[in-house]
Structures are given as structure tokens and as C-alpha cells.
């Protein structure tokens, strides 16, 4: 390359065919070397000079133009450009030549390759068969020319899902080309891009383990011939990570992607299509392990090069922005991950219409993330949405419809219900995922749980009851053991545990309304121990139920328990979140309570004192909620005796609910006005 390089400084100044034949082949020089920016330059130089010597069309302007063709198409995926290129090149052949030779099959060949890109169906036979029929004519019906021209039809079936012909069409090259060997009498490579080929159609039927053996075979083939450091042996490598995620086999497919990552960053640089492409595998890979911090900045890395070398509005911009998404939805990062999903949905919608699965997808996970932020319409809209398309796609009875049913069961209410009821919805999803997954499928556990709170919001306390324990059965069955590390790495497993946490808390919670104190008390403490596995760090959730494990216990007359197990839950949540916070200030209230059943008055009104203060200090002095902690200081006083004490405090209280604008016909003053009266009659007791 440096003498070519050369060799073009000292000619730079005599514009003649000579140069012009020079940058040629320095340009196809740079071609096979992937320097496609060098490569594009030394043709359009070289068109100019041979343009302006020998005119618009010659032989000469042909060549390059079908070269400049070949890096549009090969390097650039320009299309459109490599399509104006090749047909400019045939049009100047097929005027000057009497005879079609090999170079017009080839701009054929590579003009159905593009037409076939180009989605123009009518198109794309028509130049694979000329191809075909002019390698016949000039007596070469084996040739490279016609086998490419195959394999084309066969890549042009398999864009249009139709698998089948493609294997038939690749089988004929295949048996041409194992029919030829090396100096080492050794199966050559082109045998293994067949097989390549043929994986993929394989893919496409479902037949994934067939595929993986074909790029096996493929990869060892690689190996041989071309060595590691060659983009067949990398395209190898990527099409296997592919599959082995597919299949549910992560670390195959995190070795194999990792393996193509560093041959494609090697040869094609950081910033390339198929070095985007493999980002992108890895990415996927990384957020299947629950590896999110290194998924993030390989999902990146795959959209920076997608939205540069194919467009903002390219399918794979959308794919990336929806495996972002997903990573900030897992993150809770709600705002993040429906600006993901709205752009993803904006693409899509522009590429497959508003009717499409793909769309679908988009809007079921957008409606999820509105609905996590609290906006509740937007989210019953976009599962809607969702599920008209996945319905009238995939018909009534699809598992996709279920999981749409179920995720608008959820997000619905009085208000923004429209035209669907959360009792129907999750009644439907089960017959669904009853049909499509069995009896005793989790989906369904999840399903019986939700309609257990609806049965428990209608008092309908039986039906509620049974709901609850069918779930929590399944769960059982399905989650008998408690929850690795390991199985947690899964996002989709450490989903299904924290349904069955919320499921037992909400089973818990009617127990605990029902007045089934000891049945609630221990299943309160069975979603203690489960979140304590899958959300450990998670203290302020563990918190809050330990919280209603004390209440059980004061209501079982059990306030020494209680007592101790609030005192530890305080100090939790000083550390957690400071002593100045609400939750703290609630605590402090609860601990009073149980010390006033301990007759322990003294220490309930040091309590309510300290419940006084936070509240004073994040909520104001003339709040509600600082009148009735004063209220209730007064109510512990009156019950120590100290009734003079406990009548100015309610004054106190008086004056706080008045300046917050409650009136004398409002139940808290009567309250507070019964209360004084009470301990005045109390004193005349005493006094007389």
C-alpha cells in the first residue's frame, strides 16, 4: 500500500489514464483492506479523470463505477447509491458491447443483492435470473456468478420469511462448492458462509439446534482456511452468540460474542455496522445476566454507531432504544426509560405501520412505565393499544394477550377503566394462560391474587380468601425454594419472587382485616424472610412490614414484643433516611401507643414529644397532624390522672385545629371539646 501511495504523490500532478488506472487499483486495494473512506475516494477521483479523457462512457468509467457500486453496497449499506452506480455501469456495457460477458452478470448479480435490500421484489429475480442466464451463454453454468446469484434468491426468500425455499435454493452452491478443494484437498470457506446461510434459514424455522451444529461446522471451517483474524470467522462467532441467547445459554453466548466483539473491532473498527451489531448482542447478553452496568454502555455504543451509519429512523435504532428502555425500567428509572420507549415507538411505527407486533411490544412496555409514574390514563391507553393489536395479530387465545390483560388489570380504576374491567381482565388472562401454559402456571398465580384484592374491596370476604390461598399454592409449588443469588441474576425469576412477596403481604393484610391475628402474623413474617433474599438492601420495605408485625402483636396484647421489635425498626430508619423524616415521626407515635397499654405514661408522652418535634419541623406548627399529637398527649396525660394538664394541652390543640381551619361543628373539636368536658367532670369527682 505504501508504494501505491507513493507512486500517487509523484503522479498527482499529470491528470492522465495512467493516474486514473492507479487510483483504481488503489482503490480496490483499500476495498479489501475495509478502508472504505480510501477506498471511495481513489473511484471518485478516478471516474473524474477517465470522465474527462474518454467521456462519460467508456469501458474504463464502467469499471469504476461498478467498483464505487460495490463499497456503497458492501461498506456503506447505501443502497440507493450502489443501485445508481451499478445500473450506470450495465447501462454503459450493454451500449458499447455487442456480446453480455462475466462483467455484466456480475453488476446483474449485484444489482438483485441491492433490489433485494431494496425490497423491490419485482426487481430482485429478474437480475438473479439474467445473471444465471448470460453465465450460461458464455458457457460457465458453475461459475462463482451463478452460485452468488442463487444464494441471492435464497437470501431475497429468507427476508421474506420464507425459509424453506431459501434452504432449497442454498443447497445447490452448497454441493457446488464442497464439491471444490484447497491445495490441502480441505473443504474451502466459502463452504461454511453456505453453511452460514443455512443456519439462518434454520433459525427462522425454529430449528436452533440444527442451526447451532451448521455454525459450528461453519466456525471450524473458518478456522482452517482463514484463520481467527477474518470477518467470516468473526460473522461466525456473532451468528452463534445469536443463537446460544436465543436458546437461553448466556455464558456460550457472552463467550462467542466476545470473541466476534474483538476479530470486528479489529478489522472494521470500533464504530462499524457489524461491530454496532455485535455491541448490541452483547448488550442483550449482559442484561439477560442482570449485568446492567456493563449492558448500558454496550447498548450505547450499538445505537452511537447505528443512528450515524444507518440513520436515526433504522430499525435497529429502535431495537436499541427499546433494550435501553428495558434496562431503565429495570433500574426504576421510569423518565429515562419512556423517553426509550417513545422514541423506540416513534420508529417503529414509521417502519411497520401502526398495526404491528413490534408496536405492540413498544406500547406494552410504555404503558407499564406510565403507569409507574403515576399516570395512569397514558398507561391505560398504551396497554389498550397494545392489546388490540396483539388480539387482532395474534388472535384471542395467545399468551401475549394474557400478559396485556394482566398489566391493564392493574393500572385500571373507576376513573380511567373505559371501555374494560380489572375483574374481566385478569378472569380473561387466566383462561388464557389456563389454555396455553396449564393449570398451575405462575402467570396464573399472579393473576388469582390481584382478583383476590378486588374480591376483598367488594367485602367479599370468602371468595377473597380463596383466591388468595389457590395463588399463594401455586407460588409454593413453582418458588418452593428460597430464591440464590445466582437464580436472582435472572430479572424475569427475581419478578416472580417479588409477586410472590407482594401476594403474601396482600394475603397477610386481609388476614390481618379480618381479625386472623395469629395466620397473619405468620405470614407476615414469611415475606420478612423472602424479601430479606431478593431485596436485602432494600430496608424501608422490610421495615414497613416488621411495622405491622408490631401492631399484630399490641393487638395480641403482646406490647413487650411490639415494643422491642418498633425500638429496632426506629433505629433502622434514623440510619436509613435521618430522624427528621415521617416515617420516624410515625414510629414514635406507634411506640406511645404501646407504652400507654403498658401503662408506661411517662415514657408515651416522652415519645409523643419526640413525634411532636419531627412533625413540627417537616410538616408546620398549625398542621392537622400536629393537633392530633397533641390531642393524643392529652388523651395519655388524662390517662395518668394529671387532668388540668391534659385540658390546657387540648387547648392547645383547639387552637392548632381552628388555624387550620376546622370549624366547631367539625368532629375533631367535638372530639376535643367531649375529652375537656370529660376530665373536668373528672376533677369535680376528685375535688368533691
Not at 203 to 221: F, N, Y
Not at 432 to 446: C, D, M, P, V
Amino acid at each position: 500500500m505504501n508504494m501505491c501511495e507513493q507512486a500517487l504523490q509523484i503522479r498527482r500532478h499529470q491528470e492522465n489514464l495512467a493516474l486514473a488506472a492507479l487510483l483504481n487499483f488503489s482503490g480496490e486495494l483499500y476495498t479489501r483492506c475495509n478502508n472504505s473512506d480510501e477506498a471511495e475516494r481513489c473511484f471518485r477521483e478516478c471516474i473524474r479523470i477517465r470522465k474527462l479523457i474518454s467521456g462519460d462512457d467508456s469501458l474504463e468509467v464502467a469499471q469504476a463505477l461498478y467498483n464505487l457500486g460495490y463499497v456503497h453496497e458492501t461498506f456503506r449499506k447505501d443502497f440507493r447509491r450502489a443501485l445508481r452506480c451499478y445500473e450506470e455501469s450495465l447501462r454503459i456495457r450493454l451500449d458499447l458491447m455487442e456480446d453480455l460477458d462475466e462483467e455484466c452478470a456480475r453488476c446483474y448479480l449485484h444489482l438483485g443483492t441491492v433490489h433485494s435490500n431494496l425490497h423491490s421484489d419485482n426487481k430482485v429475480f429478474f437480475c438473479f435470473k439474467k445473471a444465471i442466464a448470460i453465465s450460461h451463454e458464455i458457457d460457465s453454468p458453475d461459475s462463482i456468478i451463478v452460485e452468488d446469484s442463487i444464494i441471492g434468491q435464497g437470501h431475497t426468500f429468507l427476508a421474506r420469511d420464507k425459509a424453506v425455499e431459501a434452504l432449497v435454493q442454498y443447497e445447490r452452491p452448497r454441493n457446488l462448492r464442497q464439491g471444490r478443494r484447497n491445495s490441502n484437498d480441505e473443504i474451502t470457506k466459502e463452504v461454511a458462509d453456505i453453511q452460514v446461510f443455512e443456519a439462518n434459514a434454520l433459525i427462522k424455522l425454529s430449528r436452533q439446534r440444527e442451526a447451532l451444529s451448521k455454525l459450528v461446522q461453519a466456525l471450524d471451517v473458518y478456522k482452517k482456511t482463514v484463520g481467527m483474524n477474518h470477518l467470516g470467522t468473526g460473522g461466525a462467532f456473532q451468528r452463534l452468540s445469536e443463537v446460544h441467547l436465543e436458546m437461553g445459554e448466556n455464558q456460550e453466548a457472552l463467550f462467542c460474542a466476545q470473541q466476534a466483539l474483538n476479530i470486528r473491532k479489529t478489522l472494521l473498527g470500533k464504530h462499524d455496522d457489524a461491530t454496532g451489531d455485535t455491541y448490541f448482542v452483547l448488550g442483550k447478553i449482559f442484561f439477560k445476566r442482570a449485568d446492567l452496568s456493563t449492558a448500558a454502555p454496550c447498548l450505547e455504543a450499538a445505537l452511537e454507531t447505528f443512528r450515524h451509519r444507518r440513520g436515526p429512523t433504522h430499525a435497529s435504532v429502535a431495537n436499541a432504544m427499546y433494550c435501553l428502555g428495558c434496562i431503565h425500567e429495570c433500574r426504576k428509572e421510569w423518565d429515562e426509560a419512556i423517553a426509550c420507549f417513545q422514541e423506540a415507538l416513534t420508529v417503529r411505527q414509521k417502519i411497520h405501520g401502526r398495526d404491528h407486533l413490534l408496536v405492540a411490544d413498544v406500547l406494552f412496555k410504555l404503558g407499564k412505565s406510565h403507569k409507574n409514574r403515576g399516570e395512569s390514563e397514558l398507561g391505560s391507553d398504551c396497554l389498550s393499544e397494545c392489546l388490540r393489536i396483539r388480539t387482532n395479530s395474534k388472535g384471542q387465545d395467545d399468551v401475549c394477550v394474557a400478559d396485556a390483560l394482566f398489566e391493564l388489570g392493574g393500572i385500571l380504576s373507576p376513573q380511567v377503566s373505559g371501555n374494560f374491567d380489572p375483574f374481566q381482565c385478569y378472569v380473561d388472562a387466566i383462561r388464557i394462560y389456563r389454555k396455553s401454559l396449564g393449570e398451575s402456571h405462575i402467570h396464573i398465580a399472579k393473576c388469582l391474587a390481584r382478583l383476590g384484592g378486588i374480591m376483598q374491596s367488594k367485602n367479599n370476604i370468602e371468595k377473597a380468601g380463596s383466591c388468595y390461598e389457590k395463588a399463594i399454592a401455586i407460588f409454593e409449588v413453582k418458588l418452593h425454594a428460597a430464591p440464590t443469588c445466582e437464580k436472582l441474576k435472572d430479572y424475569r425469576v427475581e419478578r416472580d419472587y417479588e409477586a410472590y412477596s407482594e401476594a403474601l403481604l396482600d394475603w397477610a393484610t386481609f388476614l390481618d382485616n379480618i381479625g386472623r391475628n395469629d395466620a397473619a402474623l405468620k405470614i407476615y413474617r414469611r415475606v420478612v424472610t423472602l424479601l430479606r433474599s431478593i431485596r436485602g438492601k432494600d430496608k424501608e420495605a422490610i421495615d414497613n412490614i416488621l411495622f405491622r408485625i408490631a401492631g399484630v402483636l399490641g393487638r395480641q396484647n403482646r406490647p413487650t414484643e411490639a415494643l422491642q421489635l418498633l425500638q429496632k425498626v426506629k433505629e433502622s430508619r434514623i440510619t436509613a433516611v435521618g430522624e427528621h423524616h415521617p416515617s420516624v415521626a410515625d414510629l414514635y407515635y406507634a411506640i406511645s401507643e404501646l407504652l400507654e397499654k403498658k401503662q408506661d405514661y411517662e415514657s408515651a408522652i416522652m415519645s409523643l414529644e419526640d413525634c411532636l418535634r419531627i412533625r413540627r419541623a417537616i410538616i408546620g406548627r398549625f398542621s392537622e397532624e400536629v393537633a392530633a399529637t397533641i390531642l393524643q398527649i392529652g388523651v395519655v396525660q388524662s390517662q395518668a390522672a394529671a387532668f388540668e394538664e391534659a385540658i390546657h394541652t387540648w387547648d392547645e390543640a383547639l387552637t392548632i385545629y381552628k388555624r387550620a381551619g376546622f370549624q366547631e361543628d367539625d368532629v375533631a373539636i367535638f372530639n376535643v371539646r367531649e375529652y375537656q368536658e370529660n376530665a373536668r367532670h373528672m376533677l369535680e369527682l376528685l375535688n368533691s
